[in-house]
């Protein structure tokens, strides 16, 4: 939590690309460096919405292997 007490997440997403997202993602604290679909970023931004366990934390997004929504429950532990 910040000193304002709202919960916060910062995502730091590879190269953007205007392709049609694909659903799959590398999502961890670390990731190295490669593109992203904008449409993955918005789908993996809004999964993050949901999941409170992400709070206080700096995650790095790539294209990947894994489904937007397992990759997010598999970073939450």
């Known amino acids: 939590r910040s000193r304002s007490g709202l919960d916060w997440t910062i995502l730091r997403p590879g190269r953007l690309?205007?392709?049609p997202g694909t659903?799959?993602?590398r999502l961890a604290e670390s990731t190295g460096r490669d593109e992203i679909?904008?449409?993955d970023v918005a789908a993996v931004l809004a999964a993050l919405l949901d999941e409170p366990r992400t709070a206080g934390r700096t995650l790095e997004l790539i294209g990947g292997e894994t489904p937007v929504e397992e990759a997010v429950r598999?970073?939450?532990g």
């Open 74 to 76: 598999a970073i939450a």
């Open 37 to 39: 679909t904008r449409d």
């Open 23 to 25: 659903g799959l993602v």
């Open 17 to 19: 690309t205007d392709d």
